[in-house]
């Protein structure tokens, strides 16, 4: 049997017994989250909404340094879409969040449904084997994950290959008096068992729908946990007969095998609370006997279409993945589900993509001309060195704070514009030439600050300014670079009169206009193919803000 060796981690399997066994479990009285009872262990310094509790609690786990974090992971018969995305992407940037600000180290699981109903039917259709199918879309959403930036989870577990250990996980749920199997072969878990502590997550269930006529359930709220195999469908052979697992049974199993009886976090979309992660909770605390498996429930709000609802493959209103990389960067995308509390919905639009994509580029181009200032290549008053340490300070504080609070990402946001604001301010004052005192410090602690944080919710900004590609790439920059320095000895020559008499100016102005109208043209023509060239009294900077185009966007 699966045991566990003096800690929450490192289960082993002994020879020839393959399952799970359950563990020691805290005893708590109470239902629908009015029972939960507060962990003991290290306290995140964050307080997290609950959906067990349907209130922010202190998130305390385990241990600082293996907090056990599972998440439902991708039943795998066609692309992912990017609701999905939302909701992965999302729960990344509360990962990175958890370990880079608040010091704690994740050990995150994700189960991969490879066996399922829409798979079979899939493969069919495309005259495949489940098998095939599920292997193809697995390594595509795995692809798609690489491609938002969303860092890959600690392990993936397949359901196929766990089939031995789910088997053992229904016996014990029957050994225990909470289900039991057929004449048909199928195996339901027996929710009257569980009384009146079901409902943990949605307090009362909804009724279920109408059975068929040859249903076996004892009662039409049951559920399965291996279901009987159908002519030309995979299957396993099982004490039961020839089948498959049931959906929920899956990440029960996983989740137990890794972790054991106690889990510090459970993720998914909202769409999972029920009857998913109920019927996870229900399986789980009769299995090790235990009445509180999992300590903190999260679970994100939909990604709808603007004036069409979630979006979904059923109803046939999704975007893929790939195709919205064909359009906005995953910087952008990140920066999109920032901008809202992970817990709830929110509509995505061709324009909510461009608010977010203007706020990196206006970010950028703050870093760009903080660094030309510390470089004495940008105009400046005097800086206030005092309100921007003050405002710095603060921002810090802020930071943490709003992450501190249900990592609310939208206030995080807020906090590090307005420094950007402040920022500007100070640099858009502008009375002289280059060359007096500058304020070099304060702005870099600024710059390293911002970089910072973007960094750690894995956003680059440094993207925002780099061509896209491998080995063309420096080419590219080192052309754009030379023509911008061109560019400017002709600019510089055109407005140079030297010594000469007002008249004698005014006549060499006059002659030379062309080649400045050349230089505003030239500059003009760069910025269609996203090169903006900034002239600055002596000098001239640039940056690459990416290529625009006028194509049609995905959801506009």
Known sequence: MLRTLGT?????????????????????????????????????????????????????????????????????????????ACSYVRFDIIRRVLTRVFGCNIIMVMGITDVDDKIIKRANE?????????????????????????????????????????????EG??????????????????????????????????SPGAEPGDSDKRHASDFALWKAAKPQEMFWASPWGNGRPGWHIECSTISSLVFGSQLDIHSGGID????????????????????????????????HMKGEGKMSKSLKNYIAIKDFLKTFSPDTFRLFCMRSSYRSAVDYSSSSMREAEHLLLATAAFLEDARAYM???????????????????????????????DFDTPGAVDAIMDLIHHGNRQLKAV???????????????????????????????????????????ATLHSVVEELVRFRLKVRQFALATGEATRETRRQQLLERQPLLEACDSLRQDLAAHGVSIKDRSSTSTWELLGQRSDDHKPGS
């Open 8 to 84: 929450r981690f490192g289960p082993w399997l002994l020879p020839g017994t393959p399952g799970l066994a359950p563990g020691p479990c805290r005893k708590v009285s109470g239902a629908r989250g009015q029972g939960w009872l507060q962990p003991v262990g290290h306290d995140t310094g964050v307080k997290v909404y609950n959906s067990l509790t349907r209130r922010k609690d202190p998130l305390i786990v385990g241990s600082a340094d293996a907090a056990s974090w599972y998440s439902c992971g991708p039943t795998v018969y066609d692309h992912a879409h990017l609701g999905h």
């Open 126 to 170: 495309m005259n495949i084997s489940p098998a095939s199918l599920a292997n193809l879309y697995e390594e595509d959403f795995k692809q798609d994950m690489a491609a938002l930036k969303v860092l890959p989870p600690t392990v993936y577990l397949r359901v196929t290959e766990n089939i031995p250990q789910i088997i053992s996980f229904i």
């Open 173 to 206: 749920i029957i050994a225990n008096g909470h289900a039991y199997s057929t004449g048909k072969g199928n195996v339901y878990f027996d929710l009257q068992s569980r009384g009146e502590k079901y409902g943990k997550l949605v307090g009362v269930a909804p």
């Open 272 to 303: 999972l609370a029920f009857p998913h992660h109920e019927n996870e909770i229900a399986q789980c605390e009769v299995f090790h006997q235990c009445n509180q498996w999992g300590n903190y429930f999260l679970h994100s709000g939909h990604l």
């Open 375 to 405: 470089k004495g290549q940008l105009a400046s008053g005097p800086i206030r060195e005092d309100i921007l340490w003050e405002r710095l300070s603060h921002t810090k504080a802020a930071v943490k704070a709003t992450l501190a609070d």
């Open 431 to 473: 009375t002289k030439e280059p060359g007096g005192p500058r304020s070099p410090a304060v702005f870099g602690s600024i710059i390293s600050y911002i970089e910072q944080f973007f960094e750690t919710v894995g956003i680059s900004l440094g993207d925002q300014q780099s061509v896209s590609g491998d080995s063309s790439s």
